[in-house]
Each structure stands twice: as structure tokens, then as C-alpha cells.
């Protein structure tokens, strides 16, 4: 390819970094809330299933939004489209830290996800028309470094945000509705009282009578649900005994009849004990002079131990994890430390020894945090306004050099930006077979690719039991080598260009590295540490990121002008894909137990791979030489 003079302009260098600039706070917004939903759930009262829901929800909105947002920026403009998508997007990230509810979040995440949704396809349009043909895989691959680099940040920002806004000086006293298992939580707290266990035995040495008589009662009354629980199995067993009976013959009815007998009598005396249980749980709340109001005195009583006892025995906490801020006050003395730090330090403690029942002090920081993201976007939004143009030749500072240079090897019809296309070019998009696999493997790769911003917090906090800020760097750093696979995709997809054919300078990036990704997810199912599986996790965000430049490419190579239509379309089923990878996970993970929900993270790791794997096949046959027809009725273009 011939080259031209150097230019004395570098305008569209700073048109890709504003563009990156907005990747970052693109995915910061994103994956915040990933971060945040212990705490969100923990507040508002969510079940796992309701933040399914709300991971799922913003991709909904977000894909089917993909194609519409892309050609808005194709047709009015992507300096105009694309500032009102900044704006709008963080007026939603500000409202989601004023939700009161799951209605409100779920409205709020469907604005956000439909905000979001013009951001890459008109990106692609600004890379397509100011930057030259040789280098569209690396100013794709800053632009989507940019989103990586906000994902990355993400967590550790968001837990450093999250705690700023939750100080030292702030209350760290038990609150009414803190106590999210009062059952669980007073069950549990009798037992290693009995057990002699010192944290336990000095709080309740500092209880009153009434306070005690709450406990019991809420201990009480744990074993009548769960004895009401066991009568009713017992019933739903001796029924079907009963019919089993019914139905059978010779031999087989006198041992079915046995059977049914027995099964008959462990189902009475199960009753007999849950009415036994529930008698001697209203008893005991009868003890407790208004119980409603029970809770309100014994969090009353108990605030005042946790600010005044030191109550910290290393033997208690053996094999339990605790928070980075109880670690470093307790390597203070405890004659040195005030009382918002010894009421900090026991109430960490506290939620430490009662992580599932006890909502965390930390937690209330998070709706400040969504607010601070909203004010940066705004802020955001003017810089691009100010950097961006549609096009190279409406940019006062952009020399005659600089244009030429963009413009070479470019279609006489590509450099006429006096027309205005039409409709979206539907008919062509769903004619083009290349579209179609590209989008089969943009739809899988989201689907494995998801784990990691959404799930991969609450594994590493279940299965190896990572404290907060930990847990963040981890997450951060598993993201952040994908920053190095978007970079050497970009570069490696523009140096294929350069040796190879077209086709193929943009199909073996994104195949090999689908393929890459399924065997270090096969990895995760062996027996591994935390940290060899946050480097498998990270090959997964290098691999995922290695084929991103190469996806942008295939797409601007194909599309002419409606580069956001048609990124806009394969980014659709990709985001299709993490719309249901959140549920996908959940329905495959979660496993109810007599003791509640489990998860078996090992599902989540084979349903990944098989995804990645089905990814690099449809990738195969992918053809970026097959350019998009369109024909006069189908996004034909008219005079502006």
C-alpha cells in the first residue's frame, strides 16, 4: 500500500483519546453496580434472582437499542449523538443512588442500558472516518482499551469510593433492619455461647435479661419454622408412600403398605414436634415485653458493648476473613484507639463472625458513589463536545496533510460527507452470512466473557473467602492484562493486514483467542488457588480483548457509511448474550439445599468454555472481503 507525506497535524489522535476517555467512564458506570450489588441487595432487600434480573436487565435495553443509537450517530451526527449519550447515561448512573426499591433500579438500568447503547457503534464511525485504512485495528483497539480500563477500575474504585463515603466519624451502630436474619443471627450466637466462645461470650455477659429473652425467642422460633418445615416434607413423604400403596400388587403392596405405615407415623410425630416447637416459641416471645419493639432494645443494648469492650480473641476468628479496615485497627493498641474506632473495629467484627445475617457498615456508601460517577460524566460529556467532529474536514485545527492521510485509499463516496443516509440498511445487514457468524460469536464470547464483571466478585468472596479490597485488586487485575490483549490485537491485526489477506488478518485474531479463553476457563475446574485462578481469568480478559480490535475492523471494513448500523448490529447479539448471561449463570450455578442456596461454581466454568468454544468455530467462516450491498431502497442516501 502506498504511503504518503507525514503530517503536520495530529488532530486524530486526540479525537481517539476523547474517544478512549469516554470508553473508560463508559465501563466504569457499567460495572459499578457489580460491585455494588452485595451491598444494594443487602439495603433494599433483593433476592439473588432480583439481581439477576437487574445485571440482565441493562443488556436488554442495551442491545436492542444497538442498531437505532448506531444509525442516529450515522445519520445526525456522532459529535451531537454521542455528547447526548454521555449526558444521559450518567443522569441515570446519578438516579440509580436514589433508588428505593427493585421497580426503581429496574427502570433505571433499562434508561441506563438504552443511554449506553450508541456509545461503540458511534465510536466506530468516528475511528472509520478519521483515522487511516492501515490504522483501524489500533485506534479500535484504544477506544476499546478505554472500556477495559474502566472495567478494570471499576472495582477498586468503586470499593476505594464506596468507603471514602462511609468515614471513620460516621456511626457505626446497629440499626433497625441491620439484622437481616434475626432467626439465623441469634441461633447461631446461643450456640457458641454454649461453646464458650470468648467474642460471643463477652457481648452476652454485657446483655440484659430482655435482650437474652429476645435471642431465645428468635432462636425458638428458628426451630419451629424448621420443624414446620420437616413436618410438612414428612406429610408430602407419607402421601406419596400412601399412593405408592395404592397402586401396588402382591408382595410389593405388603411392603409398599409397611412402608406407607411408617411414613404415616414419622409424619405425625413430626407434627406433634413443630406444634410442640411453635407452642414454645410463642412462649417464649410472651417473655419479651413488646416484641415488635425487641430488636429496637436489644440493638440499644448492644451498640454500647461494641463501642466500650475490646472484644477481639484471635482463636474466634481462625479461618474467617476479615475486612482490610479491621486488620489495620487491630494493629493498633487498643488503649490507643477512640471509640469510633473500637465501635468500627467490633462492628467489622461483628459482621465478620455474622457475614450472611448482619448488613454492612461499609455498605451505605454506595449510593454516593453512584452520584460521583453521574457528576464525572457531565463533566465527560463537555470534553467531547469540545475535542470531537463528524468528520476530519470539519475540524478547524486538522491540516491539509493530516486529511490527505486519512483520506488516502479511501472510495471518492466514503470522502462525501455533503449527503445524509437514509434508513437503516436492514435488508443488506441480515443478506450478509459474515454478519451472522460474526454476531454468533460476538453473542457466545459475551456470554463467557460476563463472568468476570459480574459474577467473578461473588466466587472469589464464596469460594476463597477474599476480603473486600483484595477481592477488588484481584478483579482489577484480571481486567487490566486485557488492556494488553486489546493493544496487541490492534497492532497484530494491522500487521496481518500488511502480510496476509484481508479475510484472514482479521478472522485468526478473533478465533485463536476464543479458543485460548475456553482452555483457561477447562483450567478453573482443577483444584487451584485463588491467585492461579485470577491468572486464568486473566487470560480470559486478554484472549476476550486479543479478537476486539479485529471484530471493529471486520466491521468498518464491510459497512462503508453505516459503520454504526452494522457494529450496531453484531454488537446487539453480543449484548443479547450478556442479557442472559447473568440468568444463565444463576440457573446453572445455584443448587437449594435443606440448608439454602449453594453454588456450584464448576457449572459456570464448563457453560464458559462451551460458549468460547462455539465463538472461535463460527469466527472460521467469517469473510471481511464480502462488502455490504445496499441497494436504493435499503439505507439508500439523500441529499442533506
Not at 446461643?190 to 464458650?196: A, S
Not at 449527503?419 to 440498511?425: E, N, S, T, V
Request: glycine share 8%; net charge negative.
Amino acid at each position: 500500500m502506498a504511503s504518503v507525506e507525514p503530517t503536520s497535524s495530529y488532530v486524530r489522535y486526540r479525537v481517539i483519546f476523547v474517544c478512549m476517555l469516554m470508553a473508560v467512564l463508559l465501563y466504569l458506570d457499567r460495572f459499578c453496580i457489580s460491585f455494588a450489588e452485595v451491598f444494594i441487595k443487602d439495603e433494599l432487600g433483593l433476592s439473588d434472582e432480583q439481581i439477576g434480573i437487574l445485571l440482565g436487565s441493562f443488556f436488554v435495553s442495551y442491545a436492542l437499542c444497538q442498531v437505532p443509537s448506531g444509525w442516529f450517530s450515522d445519520r445526525f451526527g456522532a459529535r451531537k449523538m454521542l455528547t447526548i449519550y454521555i449526558l444521559m447515561w450518567s443522569l441515570f448512573t446519578a438516579m440509580t443512588g436514589l433508588a428505593t426499591g427493585f421497580i426503581m433500579l429496574l427502570i433505571f438500568r433499562l434508561g441506563f442500558g438504552l443511554s449506553q447503547a450508541g456509545a461503540y457503534p458511534t465510536s466506530a464511525n468516528i475511528v472509520s472516518k478519521w483515522m487511516p485504512l492501515t490504522e483501524r485495528g489500533f485506534a479500535s483497539s484504544m477506544v476499546t482499551v478505554g472500556g477495559r480500563i474502566g472495567g478494570a477500575l471499576a472495582p477498586v474504585l468503586t470499593a476505594f469510593l464506596i468507603i471514602l463515603y462511609v468515614p471513620m466519624t460516621e456511626s457505626s451502630d446497629l440499626k433497625s433492619g441491620d439484622i437481616m436474619n434475626p432467626h439465623g443471627l441469634a441461633t447461631t450466637f446461643l450456640e457458641r455461647v454454649d461453646e464458650k466462645q470468648e467474642f460471643e461470650t463477652k457481648i452476652y455477659g454485657g446483655l440484659t435479661s430482655e435482650s437474652r429473652n429476645y435471642l431465645n425467642a428468635e432462636a425458638l422460633a428458628a426451630k419451629a419454622d424448621a420443624a414446620a418445615e420437616a413436618a410438612t416434607r414428612a406429610k408430602i413423604a407419607a402421601k406419596d408412600a400412601a399412593t405408592i400403596a395404592a397402586n401396588a400388587s402382591g408382595e410389593n403392596k405388603v411392603l409398599a403398605e409397611t412402608q406407607a405405615k411408617n411414613a404415616a407415623n414419622a409424619a405425625e410425630s413430626a407434627v406433634t414436634e413443630a406444634t410442640a416447637a411453635a407452642d414454645a416459641a410463642v412462649e417464649a416471645k410472651s417473655l419479651v415485653a413488646s416484641f415488635t419493639k425487641a430488636e429496637s432494645s436489644f440493638l440499644e443494648n448492644l451498640n454500647p458493648i461494641l463501642q466500650e469492650q475490646q472484644l477481639y480473641d484471635p482463636a474466634d476468628f481462625e479461618g474467617l476473613t476479615l475486612n482490610q479496615q479491621a486488620e489495620q485497627l487491630l494493629n493498633v493498641s487498643p488503649g490507643e484507639l477512640n471509640v469510633e474506632q473500637r465501635s468500627r473495629l467490633n462492628r467489622l467484627l461483628f459482621e465478620a463472625r455474622y457475614s450472611a445475617h448482619v448488613r454492612k457498615v461499609q455498605g451505605k456508601g454506595w449510593r454516593k458513589m453512584m452520584m460521583t460517577y453521574g457528576l464525572v460524566g457531565i463533566l465527560i460529556a463537555g470534553i467531547f463536545w469540545w475535542v470531537i467532529r463528524d468528520y476530519p474536514r470539519a475540524h478547524p485545527a486538522c491540516s491539509e496533510q493530516e486529511l490527505a492521510l486519512i483520506e488516502h485509499g479511501r472510495l471518492e463516496s466514503d470522502k462525501d460527507h455533503s449527503k445524509q443516509i437514509g434508513g437503516i440498511p436492514f435488508k443488506a445487514i441480515v443478506k450478509n452470512q459474515s454478519l451472522w457468524l460474526l454476531s454468533l460469536s460476538q453473542f457466545c464470547t459475551n456470554v463467557g466473557w460476563l463472568f468476570l464483571v459480574t459474577w467473578l466478585p461473588r466466587f472469589l468472596d464464596e469460594e476463597y473467602q477474599v476480603p473486600l479490597e483484595e477481592r477488588g485488586k484481584m478483579v482489577t487485575i484480571a481486567l487490566a492484562v486485557g488492556w494488553f490483549g486489546t493493544l496487541s490485537g490492534g497492532k497484530v491485526t494491522d500487521w496481518l493486514m500488511k502480510r496476509i489477506s484481508l479475510r484472514w488478518s482479521r478472522v485468526l485474531p478473533i478465533a485463536l483467542s476464543r479458543f485460548t479463553a475456553m482452555a483457561a476457563y477447562l483450567v478453573c475446574l482443577l483444584d487451584i488457588s485463588p491467585w492461579t485462578s485470577v491468572i486464568m481469568f486473566s487470560i480470559v480478559a486478554f484472549s476476550t480483548d486479543f479478537g476486539s480490535p479485529a471484530m471493529w475492523a471486520f466491521n468498518q471494513d464491510i459497512a462503508g457509511k453505516h459503520v454504526g448500523s452494522v457494529l450496531g448490529w453484531g454488537n446487539m447479539w453480543g449484548n443479547l448474550g450478556a442479557a442472559v448471561a447473568p440468568s444463565l449463570m444463576i440457573a446453572v450455578i445455584t443448587v437449594n439445599t435443606a440448608s439454602g442456596e449453594e453454588h456450584h461454581w464448576d457449572m459456570a466454568f464448563v457453560t464458559c468454555a462451551i460458549a468460547f468454544f462455539i465463538a472461535g468455530v463460527a469466527s472460521l467462516f467469517v469473510d471481511s472481503s464480502r462488502k455490504l450491498v445496499v441497494d436504493d431502497e435499503d439505507g439508500m442516501l439523500e441529499t442533506a
